[in-house]
């Protein structure tokens, strides 16, 4: 089976394309902005072109042959201006299923977020169908909310395809949440709130990688079907942030602060940063505040029943792990 992958250079993206290369099953051929950032596929001999998702016509003709379209590339912050969002989630994935429409390609594999999910509140065993927010917790979630309507419009002219929504990955290459928790951790101390006891899902990437691949070959009765993908085992947040800071040899810091004074200070410095500093994120956002003082685990029986996922191979401890054992000579090295 040939498979097109956007994304080429993100987290998940190269951790796909890696496990597919290694499975003997695929060709592969991965899209990326600045090809010279794979170079791991690039060493590995893996075809990796360069471009981006604006132009429907350039992402057909690059997905000629092809069979399976895994869409993994997104604009994925808690911080940003909407026309930089709109422009990748929602227009990219506009082109991205036009060209699967036009290449003819039998599935396409959307990657989505259950942050469009979140209200600020405590969320406990969400379903696929939970009710969405009035308003959305921030730009990137209600763009990727957009998104998934993009890949339905394309189901209802006919497109064959799966929409996955993975909780926090982590695992090694993770340069999104991790490092964001480390760089709090040694600046002020990290907030806890409810004294960390809050729950919160998490997914090594390797169990996201299988899901996408088990979506790629499932029955086209589950065509339109959106799943929920964790790792299904709910920890503590301050059970996982002691354990992550002493697998990496670091002191825990915290700071307890009353919730509704770090939303309000939160709220001030957002707007400060978007009048005078607009291209950088505040080290305190609401968002932020929301995952560390808000429970919010998922459902995950449809994608075992119907993708039949089993996350129990790969657990949140064993890619802490391999992000602390990934990180010491990342960090060493930047």
């Not at 390797?206 to 086209?220: M, Q």
């Not at 790969?314 to 990934?326: G, L, N, R, S, Y």
């Amino acid at each position: 089976m040939k498979a097109f992958i956007t994304g080429a250079n993100g987290f998940l993206g190269l951790r796909l394309i890696q496990f597919l290369h290694e499975s003997k099953d695929f060709e592969i051929r991965g899209l990326a902005r600045d090809p010279q950032k794979c170079k791991p596929l690039l060493d590995l001999k893996i075809e990796v072109i360069k471009g981006d998702l604006s132009d429907p016509n350039f992402l057909t003709e690059a997905m000629k042959g092809c069979e399976v379209v895994f869409h993994v590339a997104a604009l994925s912050s808690p911080w940003g201006k909407y026309d930089d969002f709109y422009k990748t989630n929602v227009l990219g994935t506009r082109n991205v299923v036009s060209a699967c429409q036009k290449a003819k390609i039998k599935r396409l594999i959307h990657t989505s977020s259950p942050s469009i999910y979140i209200n600020g509140q405590d969320q406990f065993d969400i379903k696929e169908d939970f009710p969405l927010p009035k308003k959305f917790i921030n730009f990137y979630a209600e763009t990727k909310y957009l998104a998934e309507l993009e890949v339905q419009k394309g189901i209802s002219n006919g497109l064959s395809a799966i929409i996955l929504r993975p909780q926090a990955l982590i695992g090694k290459n993770d340069l999104t949440i991790i490092p964001r928790l480390i760089a709090a951790n040694k600046k002020t101390g990290i907030p806890l709130f409810n004294e960390g006891n809050c729950l919160i899902d998490l997914t090594h990437v390797l169990n996201v990688v299988k899901a996408h691949v088990l979506a790629s070959k499932a029955s086209e009765e589950f065509n339109g079907n959106a799943y929920n993908i964790c790792n299904g085992t709910p920890l503590k947040m301050y059970d996982l942030l002691n354990n992550l800071f002493k697998k990496l040899e670091m002191p825990f810091q915290t700071k307890r602060v009353p919730f509704h004074l770090a939303y309000f200070i939160a709220k001030l410095t957002e707007q400060f940063y978007q009048l005078f500093l607009p291209h950088k994120e505040p080290p305190l956002t609401r968002y932020g505040l929301t995952v560390l003082s808000c429970s919010r685990t998922l459902c995950i029986e449809a994608a075992k029943r119907d993708l039949k996922y089993n996350p129990d191979q790969h657990t949140v401890e064993d890619a802490v792990e391999e992000f602390c054992h990934w990180w010491r000579e990342y960090d060493s090295k930047n």
